[in-house]
């Protein structure tokens, strides 16, 4: 679907379930999505049940008729292998494919998302129903993609997870000698003599909370351990597809930052990143891009598809308004923008029945194309008709990355102290958020990514550093590079264990500090940050929160200081010449004046440009794929905002030329789609 030869432009279309209406109304659906110029539909992702009645029954003759009229129809397909919701007969007859919540409770049938991964029940039939599936449509040549089951994720507690977690750990660690001293099992007795000691940390074991543990070894592994199961289901359909349709691409619908799974180990599985996004209405603009950058991040940098989002609203908040006009336009822009190659919605007709009735689709309940949203929805399909192939394949060029790892995530969120405030996705966006409003580019990368392309590397809390990080960020910083790392970092290593000999570990002389200790702040209580006088730039004084390592200088500059308390007067940012590149050290959360002067201090040291300056909620990005650039402005304001074009430009949807220094005005909710010329 994704770099796929049958594919010349945006796709656009999204989550179709006809198997859920009579027959007569599929001629009306196919009308109007050729109305609203939909080309690609997501189909069979929850029916398993109605393709195999019993045990030994395949019935796909609904399938076959839906298959036949879309490809009559031209329209291309992400076919569904179905397995994100067993039957309920199999339930019934085989309950090991129940899952156990973190509570130990033992669920019954109902939902969805709902096999346990290490179920052998589950493994055999969905590898069976894969199989079948793919036989009997590997010659249509509409599919562009497989979609394995759906939106995997959350967890299992049962007996067969808990079996299969002592083999994962006995593949891990060899001896229980080595478990014992990964996870410092001699606190609180708790020494294993054997691997079938081990139980699943939850409720009724080590956990007071699904955060809190009382016991982070144990924890920590199995959530890596559950993200591996639910990796190993998708592997096990992905690998019987592939071996049946070699050519057609295979991936799944991710969800952002979703904690439970490692999407950086997923990712390279996957023909091509699928991601779904659904930001409330008052989600800033920024954390939605930086979700699309993570996405991209996740396949070092190559597009993406934007699998679902609503045309117009959900049905799961505890508010759900209604998306206003113009806001789908600008997130979907905001999505092809960022890398998206697909335009996808959730859904195409309204269900009649059950919790998604109220969900929004592109034809609603009056069943018919006289609405607000099926209107704007087709404004779009049109216009992405006129943008054609012009950005599929484009890539970002970025000079600026920020670190993101799952590992680091999960450690920091289930440490015990030294605060419960601290969220690490919160971190990341701060320095994120600076990043965007100057209109810098930005690519999230994991620990495993290569850094020398970039000119400034941020790895907001990197609490854990993992074997051989030390000599990478060293060997970057050496050859000129600029690192920014912040407060409780170098903690620990892969097991979550102390590093001894000072804090920040591993990087301690990277970055030139020791940090004696920790301060936690309490909500609304604050330190200060006083820049010295020879930073100018960053002059001022600003608000600390949150946590204040308390540091001495081994060989770093104090660029500012605490300005209370018993530590007033010690350093609280600084930064270390590094042979040829420098490491930079933010001992606290900054608020975000600071950090935006910050930011912007760094980027023109390194003659970092923003695409295009602009006002404040306008966004500028560029896709650019050999010598054709596109640029993308968004209007996130609720007014019209004046932009001054830094050359000279074609705007692709009204086809017509601005010359350098024009100044256009863009519209509440504006978009413009630019080509170089
Ligand atoms: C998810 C699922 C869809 C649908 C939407 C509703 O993204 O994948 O099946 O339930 O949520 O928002
Ligand atoms: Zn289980």
Redesign the pocket.
């Known amino acids: 679907m994704i770099e796929d030869k049958k594919v010349s432009k945006i796709l656009y279309g999204g989550?179709y379930n006809p198997t859920q209406w009579p027959e007569e109304i599929w001629q009306e659906d196919m009308r109007l999505f050729s109305l609203a110029k939909v080309d690609v539909v997501s189909i069979n992702?929850?029916d398993w049940a109605l393709n195999q009645p019993d045990e030994e029954t395949y019935d796909f003759s609904i399938l076959d008729k839906v298959m036949d009229l879309l490809r009559k129809n031209n329209i291309k397909v992400c076919l569904g292998t179905g397995t994100a919701a067993h039957p309920a007969w199999m339930a019934k007859k085989y309950p090991d494919i129940l899952r156990v919540e973190f509570n130990g409770m033992k669920r019954k049938f109902g939902g969805r998302h709902n096999s346990c991964p290490n179920s052998p029940t589950f493994k055999k039939y969905a590898s069976e129903m894969v199989k079948h599936l793919s036989l009997r449509y590997k010659d249509y040549n509409n599919i562009v993609a497989w979609h394995v089951s759906?939106?995997y994720g959350g967890a299992c507690y049962c007996e067969n997870c808990e079996k299969q977690f002592r083999v994962w750990l006995k593949r891990k660690y060899k001896t229980i000698e080595r478990l014992n001293e990964a996870w410092n099992t001699r606190f609180w007795g708790h020494t294993f003599y054997s691997f079938d000691e081990i139980v699943v940390p939850n409720l009724l074991s080590e956990h007071f909370e699904v955060e809190r543990t009382m016991f982070q070894g144990i924890s920590l592994d199995y959530a890596r351990f559950n993200s591996d199961s639910m990796l190993e289901n998708f592997i096990t359909e992905r690998n019987i597809l592939k071996k049946i349709t070699p050519n057609i691409q295979i991936t799944t619908?991710f969800?952002g930052f979703y904690k439970p799974l490692d999407y950086f180990k997923w990712a390279k599985y996957l023909d091509f990143i699928a991601w779904?996004n659904?930001p409330s209405n008052d989600t800033s603009y920024e954390k939605i891009a930086m979700s699309h950058d993570l996405m991209r991040g996740l396949k070092g940098g190559k597009p993406f598809a934007l699998m679902?989002q609503?045309p117009s609203v959900?049905?799961?908040l505890p508010y759900n308004a209604l998306k206003r006009p113009g806001v789908m336009r600008l997130w979907s822009y905001e999505a092809v923008a960022h890398g998206s190659d697909t335009v996808m919605f959730?859904?195409m007709r309204r269900t009649i029945g059950a919790c998604?009735k109220f969900?929004g689709a592109l034809i609603d309940h009056v069943g018919n194309e006289n609405t607000r949203v099926f209107r704007e929805c087709s404004k779009l399909g049109e216009e992405l008709q006129l943008i054609g192939d012009k950005v599929l394949g484009g890539r970002i060029e970025a000079k600026v990355a920020i670190v993101f790892d799952w590992d680091n995530w999960w450690a920091i969120e289930y440490s015990a102290g030294p605060s419960l405030d601290l969220k690490y996705v919160d971190e990341v966006f701060k320095y994120y958020k600076e990043l965007m409003d100057l209109n810098i580019p930005v690519d999230i990368i994991s620990t495993d990514d290569v850094l020398d392309k970039y000119e400034v590397v941020i790895a907001p809390v990197l609490y854990m550093i993992k074997k051989g990080y030390k000599d990478k960020l060293e060997d970057y910083v050496a050859k000129g590079g600029t690192f920014v790392t912040t407060f409780f970092s170098g903690i620990v290593n892969e097991n979550d264990k102390v590093k001894l000999g000072g804090y920040p570990g591993d990087i301690r002389k990277l970055m030139g500090i020791w940090v004696e200790e920790i301060d936690a702040l309490p909500k609304g209580v604050f330190n200060e940050i006083v820049v010295e006088e020879k930073f100018k730039e960053l002059k001022g004084s600003y608000k600390a929160e949150l946590l204040c390592d308390i540091i001495h200088l081994e060989g770093a500059e104090m660029v500012a200081r605490y300005g209370k308390d018993f530590y007033k007067d010690t350093p609280c940012i600084t930064k270390n010449k590094f042979k040829e590149g420098e490491a930079w050290y933010v001992a606290t959360s900054c608020e975000d004046t600071f950090l935006s002067k910050f930011i912007n201090y760094l980027c023109v040291k390194k003659n970092i440009k923003p695409i295009l300056c602009a006002q404040k909620d306008i966004e500028v990005t560029r896709r650019v794929k050999e010598d054709r650039e596109i640029t993308f402005v968004l209007n996130h304001s609720e007014e019209i905002k004046n932009i001054v074009l830094d050359k000279k430009y074609k705007d692709i949807l009204k086809d017509e030329i601005y010359k350098k220094e024009s100044e256009i005005k863009l519209n509440a909710k504006g978009v413009l789609v630019l080509e170089s010329i």
């Open positions: 989550d992702i929850f759906n939106e619908n969800m779904d659904y679902e609503t959900t049905n799961w959730f859904q998604e969900h």
